[in-house]
């Protein structure tokens, strides 16, 4: 094949091909080996080129997103079996892809800093450690900034540039809040405050009961005795109390007001 001008074009899956059958027919010890393998890397880059676009929205370099691509076409180089008749580049775009991936999920800030913060934060981190070294404690912000000779506000803005390497684990324990994990100071939905309303209206409704009524009530749900125990307590009848108590509770549940 050939292109324009009359120069040879490479079909790169048949040279693909071509180099793998090359490279299954050498011993494990040929020093050959090296040189196809790296053939196939470099002949297959464009590949990893087209992975690395997928992640241009980014704000990492595409030069680094391109070589960690580059880590996974070896892999896949390493692990690909001509013999299962699968094409190379259908086995290596996923290998690719999960290295890029997983480079962005373990090593890449989790929010975007600028340029300047991060060369900076190079210098802030070397100073911290040598004062830790030096006063045998954790650096304040005023000491950093005089050891640098840059303004405490640069210093504090490396630091909260430093956080955005990797998210927290919600799990992770917290030296300065006592060992809790930040999961343990999250708020969370209380199901008592469902029933808040509902005591407030029960009260509001109580207080319009006539006393021996009211107190029928506070007995029987509130102190938990029985009809028995509350027609005892009250000096009448069961049969009585029952009734009253029907009478009651239809009445609070309703909203109604108290009519003798």
């Known amino acids: 094949m050939r292109g324009p001008g009359g120069r040879p074009v490479v079909d790169v899956r048949t040279l693909t091909r071509v180099l793998f059958e090359r490279l299954s027919e050498l011993p494990p010890d040929a020093p050959e080996r090296e040189r196809v393998r790296a053939a196939l890397i470099e002949v297959n880059i464009p590949l990893v080129r087209y992975a690395a676009t997928r992640f241009r929205s980014r704000s ?8 960690v691509g580059t880590i996974g076409l070896i892999n896949a180089i390493d692990r690909f079996d001509p013999t299962r008749g699968v094409q190379f580049p259908t086995y290596a775009l996923p290998t690719i892809l999960g290295e890029i991936k997983r480079y ?3 090593n890449v800030r989790t929010m975007h800093v600028p340029r300047r913060l991060q060369e900076l934060w190079v210098q802030v981190s070397g100073a911290m450690e040598e004062l830790t070294v030096l006063h045998g404690r954790a650096p304040k912000v005023p000491e950093i900034a005089a050891s640098l000779r840059i303004p405490e506000e640069d210093v504090r803005a490396c630091l909260d540039a430093g956080r955005a390497y990797n998210a927290a684990s919600l799990e992770a324990a917290q030296e300065h809040e ?3 994990a930040l ?20 009260r509001h409704l109580l207080v319009q009961l006539p006393e021996r009524e009211r107190r029928i009530v506070m007995l029987r749900f509130f102190a938990n005795l029985t009809q028995s125990q509350i027609s005892t307590e009250l000096g009448m009848s069961q049969m009585h109390v029952s009734r009253l108590l029907s009478r009651i509770l239809t009445r609070l549940r309703t909203g109604n007001s108290w009519e003798e």
Not at 60 to 67: F, H, S
Not at 183 to 202: I, K
């Open 60 to 67: 990492e370099p595409m030069e680094d997103v391109v070589q």
């Open 104 to 106: 962005f999920r373990d």
């Open 178 to 180: 006592g060992g809790l």
């Open 183 to 202: 999961l343990d100071r999250l708020g969370y939905e209380d199901a008592a405050l469902a029933e808040v309303e509902h005591r407030d209206m029960v």
